[in-house]
């Protein structure tokens, strides 16, 4: 397994932009699709965003389309989710996962290695 480490949550106003980093260890940080998901107080951990190893596949919930962007960098063994026009729904833990096998399943129990949780805060 990987290990992920999430980083760049915060508190942003509505309407504000926030970049998330995912860093991963070992030397197999290429091979793995990678994913985003975020859960909110009291409710399921939902699919965001996933991007596969190369790059050239790339999954967006509604939710966020034409507002977050997800990116890799295998050289630095790491994943972005850029974030603009913040609203406040948005606010919940964003986790990074990684799996491999099918990119299109995109629930969380398809993903095998996750990290602890970045908290995003959107105010209005």
């Known amino acids: 397994q990987v290990q992920l480490v999430e980083s760049g949550g915060g508190l942003v106003q509505a309407g504000g932009s926030l970049r998330l980093s995912c860093t991963a260890s070992?030397?197999?940080?290429?091979?793995?699709?990678m994913g985003w998901f975020r859960q909110a107080p009291g409710k399921d951990r939902d699919f965001v965003a996933a991007?596969?190893?190369?790059?050239?596949?790339?999954y967006y919930a509604d939710s966020v389309k034409g507002r977050f962007t997800i990116s890799r960098d295998n050289a630095k063994n790491t994943v972005y989710l850029q974030m603009n026009k913040l609203k406040p729904e948005d606010t919940a833990v964003y986790y990074c996962?990684?799996?491999?096998?099918?990119?299109?399943?995109?629930?969380?129990?398809?993903?095998?290695?996750w990290g602890q949780g970045t908290q995003v805060t959107v105010s209005s």
């Open positions: 996962a990684a799996k491999y096998g099918d990119l299109r399943a995109t629930t969380p129990e398809y993903f095998g290695s």
């Open positions: 991007i596969s190893w190369s790059g050239d596949k790339i």
């Open positions: 070992g030397r197999t940080f290429s091979s793995y699709h």
